[in-house]
Antibody, heavy 122, light 108 residues
Framework: EVQLVESGGGVVRPGGSLRLSCAASGFTFDDYDMSWVRQAPGKGLEWVSGIDWNGGSTHYVDSVKGRFTISRDNAKNSLFLQMNSLRAEDTALYYC???????????????WGQGTLVTVSS | SYELTQPPSVSVSPGQTARISCSGDALPKQYASWYQQKPGQAPELLIYKDSERPSGIPERFSGSSSGTIATLTITGVQAEDEADYYCQSGDNSSTYGVFGGGTKVTVL
């Protein structure tokens, strides 16, 4: 059974940093691209960042470029999101999601964690 | 930036058919996926590659796509189908995840 378990969320002041982690199990981690998707309170889903199977290619939504860094440790079956210079608008539930990608036309999320809440507030 | 447009809400009586549209300029070249999210839960993949259904998803959920419009159809709606539904695709430049704004389905 595929399991994705996020951790690392919390309350942080504007300008602060947090590092999110996602522990994966039940599948061969380095066979898959991975992503972070967030959901602000009462709002819709927003893709935040993606990384390919070996970490060689990373991508970000424009609003987090230069502030967030996605990475992975395939030996530990783990995905990370380093978030710096946090803003109030980054407040959201952050989901780790497994990606099925067959470029150039297929990219979807077939498994999701339960999310970790990030609150940016003074 | 690329956008996918969904109606904010759809209301349907039990046993009837609900159709949710998703409009996007890249859809002729990008496959669409659909997700269901119930309150307090993570999203769940319902449809991928326009019309494929993962194992365990009921047959009453189906998807189609034509031109710039993808459609999720729920045939014989049940009370438990009341949820938020999101479409998603890549765009032609980055092929990463772009979500529609979501549609709240209310079962009357």
């Amino acid at each position: 059974e595929v399991q994705l378990v996020e951790s690392g969320g919390g309350v942080v002041r504007p300008g602060g940093s947090l590092r999110l982690s996602c522990a994966a199990s039940g599948f061969t981690f380095d066979d898959y691209d991975m992503s972070w998707v967030r959901q602000a309170p009462g709002k819709g889903l927003e893709w935040v960042s993606g990384i390919d199977w070996n970490g060689g290619s990373t991508h970000y939504v424009d609003s987090v470029k230069g502030r967030f860094t996605i990475s992975r440790d395939n030996a530990k079956n783990s995905l990370f999101l380093q978030m710096n210079s946090l803003r109030a608008e980054d407040t959201a539930l952050y989901y780790c999601a497994r990606v099925v990608a067959t470029r150039p036309s297929v990219y979807y999320f077939d498994s999701w964690g339960q999310g970790t809440l990030v609150t940016v507030s003074s | 930036s690329y956008e996918l447009t969904q109606p904010p809400s759809v209301s349907v009586s039990p046993g009837q058919t609900a159709r949710i549209s998703c409009s996007g300029d890249a859809l002729p070249k990008q496959y669409a996926s659909w997700y269901q999210q119930k309150p307090g839960q993570a999203p769940e993949l319902l449809i991928y590659k326009d019309s494929e259904r993962p194992s365990g998803i009921p047959e009453r959920f189906s998807g189609s796509s034509s031109g710039t419009i993808a459609t999720l159809t729920i045939t014989g709606v049940q009370a438990e189908d009341e949820a938020d539904y999101y479409c998603q695709s890549g765009d032609n430049s980055s092929t990463y995840g772009v979500f529609g704004g979501g549609t709240k389905v209310t079962v009357l």
